[in-house]
């Protein structure tokens, strides 16, 4: 058969996902597995959401702008208005998923060989975006002791070099719940306008928040319209991950013409959605009000029960709905997978996303692992003590 | 600001879209377009399909599997089954449209600087995936004069070197409506063979055939196991283009493992419109009879005009719903720029896709325009008549 492409030989394959086929074994064997490991929320989309499918008409379902429907471009502007980001639907071009709004945003800023700086652990997929453009990730390690918060900012100042292109993070943070402080984000601001490189902000946990936390977004500071872009997505904010509908948010005129031309070549967002992601902007407050409540409860009563955990480290996350642990066990991809495929626990076991992924070196994470909170708080009651009694048989063996 | 990408300055502006302000402000001016130039057809989706719409019950719009849904892939591969086409639901990734079937798979098969050849005129975003990636387009001209048949296949193989990847065509052929005869697609598989090279065939317009050509479809070949990728999408097929559902489609399976972690890496395919374009699976046969004879109506309508038209060539369609003219004008840029910017007919005027955009080489389309007939054959009859007098009107100035 003709060779494929190196791009293909060096495509990171899911991290999480390799532990699929073992997880899908221990369920034919009866056990029931509780899925700590994946980021698919089991809060109800909006009911304004779900009737208003019942609701549209259409004739022919045709494609949209390319740069998404005008209408929910303007109502999105004034959602991004109402937090305090000041944009209006010409600094808006819809995307299909946070996804799309990566790649077309890497691929309109960064050559081959350039390099992003993602402080660590970083949501996996980034690894995929950057690889696909042959772009390098430059890791900056952020700590458990500090609930990985930014690392000092000098750190970050010694690993940009002439071909640093952005400074990329996820706020809320996708794996580790970090929230950055207003000082942090304006430090960001400062090093980007010093040294001229883009801060891109995956900002798609905004709303999940907890405590009196507050969310400082890139786009709050003053001098960021050329070197602040938001990567948005309506998947975790209304439990619409199915959607695929997201946004790249920038007021840099420049950066946005490019955006769209890589839009115009894939046509159109997904029509449909965006109509229902129209519709979620009509989501009343107390929606939110109970989804954060939710979480909130969930994220103590996960807190409370790793506590538990004799030799346990956490960092104890203030938004999203992740949270880092480090295990006292050797290697956790082996713990993870020992768990679906020796564990069980009256029959039932946890499936947990080993953290090795989400670091550049894969050593840094060996014994983390991320718990995504995503199950109701007796589950999660259960999957912790679960937890716990498979990490002293583990350590038993 | 931080210099944007290299990429950024070569990705395509969509040559159709250049027109799109001239249009509007046309329309500001209160002139009627009649629109020869998009593919968007005005066919009603299949009622089966927008009453699916009501019936859906979900409680959480939630990620799909990356590759699709089982069930939605399991009723395509018989689809494709009741095609000749013998695959199974292993076969197949969902993707988001024909667009991301196609960035899949150029990036799963070719380095930077590889070759794919392509016959010309060719679908302008073609370019646009291949930049992507930087890969270089190597086309192979098709002539007017032959309906866009496929070139001499000692053309095509003098072209061939040790970067080659790949031959791409759609099939029919947007933009020339062109459909490959069996013996054609068989030597293209001789080819493949022979030199080890993948055949990528865009097969979204299968349906569209009119008269007594048969569709032929590269995976119909002995022998195209490793070689054979198919590119499809619902879009055309049952008016869903605002569905942004298609597939790639191959029997090679280290080329579905790189397609998959390409899929992985964006998570899903939307939702929701897979569950409409698995029910597009049951529109019945009357569906498509009707449709293909309302094409057929307007492909004659529209070729018995434009023979009216003094000094035209015509490339005579046999499939899709697009037909290429050759005009006695100039420059057919500069004519639908005078078209929607200086011309009207009773307040009325006509927007033709320029096929400048549609070659590697913008002179070798420079006289011709591709005429998209998805409007009713009255809209049609009307449409040429402004365009008969407008060439008159152009050559006297």
């Given at each position: 058969m003709p060779v494929l492409s190196e791009l293909s030989g060096k495509?990171?394959?899911?991290?999480?996902?390799?532990?699929?086929p073992f997880a899908d074994a221990a369920k034919k064997k009866g056990i029931k597995v509780y899925h700590l490991n994946i980021g698919q929320p089991d809060i109800p989309t909006p009911k304004n959401v779900?009737?208003?499918?019942?609701?549209?008409?259409l004739d022919v379902l045709?494609?949209?702008?390319?740069?998404?429907?005008?209408?929910?471009?303007?109502?999105?502007?004034?959602?991004?208005?109402?937090n305090h980001i000041i944009v209006d639907a010409s600094d808006i071009i819809v995307t299909t998923g946070g996804s799309e709004a990566l790649l077309f945003t890497i691929g309109s800023i960064a050559n081959p060989g350039d390099e992003i700086i993602i402080p660590e652990p970083y949501y996996a997929n980034y690894n995929s975006f950057a690889t696909l453009y042959n772009v390098k990730v430059v890791p900056v390690r952020?700590?458990?002791?500090?609930?990985?918060?930014?690392?000092?900012?000098?750190?970050?100042?010694?690993?940009?070099?002439?071909?640093?292109?952005?400074?990329?993070?996820?706020?809320?943070?996708?794996?580790?719940?970090?929230?950055?402080?207003?000082?942090?984000?304006?430090?960001?601001?400062?090093?980007?306008?010093?040294?001229?490189?883009?801060?891109?902000?995956?900002?798609?946990?905004?709303?999940?928040?907890?405590?009196?936390?507050?969310?400082?977004?890139?786009?709050?500071?003053?001098?960021?319209?050329?070197?602040?872009?938001?990567?948005?997505?309506?998947?975790?904010?209304?439990?619409?991950?199915?959607?695929?509908?997201?946004?790249?948010?920038?007021?840099?005129?420049?950066?946005?013409?490019?955006?769209?031309?890589?839009?115009?070549?894939?046509?159109?967002?997904?029509?449909?959605?965006?109509?229902?992601?129209?519709?979620?902007?009509n989501t009343p407050a107390t929606?939110?009000?109970?989804?954060?409540?939710e979480y909130n409860r969930r994220r103590n009563?996960?807190?409370?029960?790793?506590?538990?955990?004799?030799?346990?480290?956490?960092?104890?996350?203030?938004?999203?709905f992740y949270l880092m642990a480090e295990l006292p066990v050797d290697d956790a991809d082996k713990f993870a997978r020992w768990l679906l495929e020796e564990f069980n626990d009256n029959g039932e076991t946890v499936m947990v996303a080993p953290a090795s992924g989400f670091y550049a070196d894969p050593e840094a994470?060996?014994?983390?692992?991320?718990?995504?909170?995503?199950?109701?708080?007796?589950?999660?009651?259960?999957?912790?003590?679960?937890?716990?009694?498979?990490?002293e048989t583990y350590n038993k063996k």
């Open positions: 495509m990171p394959a899911s991290p999480i996902r390799k532990l699929v779900t009737d208003k499918l019942k609701e549209i008409e045709a494609y949209t702008k390319s740069q998404g429907y005008d209408r929910y471009r303007e109502k999105l502007a004034e959602y991004y208005r109402k952020s700590k458990i002791e500090d609930n990985f918060a930014l690392p000092p900012i000098e750190a970050l100042e010694e690993l940009i070099t002439p071909r640093t292109k952005a400074f990329l993070y996820s706020n809320p943070a996708n794996p580790t719940g970090y929230v950055y402080t207003e000082e942090e984000i304006r430090k960001l601001r400062d090093l980007a306008l010093k040294h001229d490189i883009f801060i891109i902000a995956d900002e798609v946990y905004r709303e999940f928040i907890y405590g009196d936390t507050k969310h400082h977004s890139i786009l709050h500071q003053p001098g960021m319209e050329e070197h602040g872009i938001i990567v948005d997505s309506v998947s975790k904010r209304y439990s619409m991950c199915g959607a695929r509908i997201g946004a790249v948010v920038s007021k840099n005129k420049k950066l946005m013409a490019s955006v769209l031309k890589f839009a115009q070549a894939r046509l159109s967002p997904p029509a449909l959605e965006q109509l229902l992601a129209e519709e979620a902007l929606y939110f009000t109970e989804v954060i409540s009563t996960l807190i409370e029960g790793l506590e538990k955990i004799d030799g346990i480290k956490i960092g104890y996350p203030k938004g999203a994470g060996r014994k983390q692992v991320r718990i995504a909170y995503v199950l109701n708080v007796n589950d999660l009651k259960r999957s912790v003590e679960i937890l716990q009694k498979a990490v």
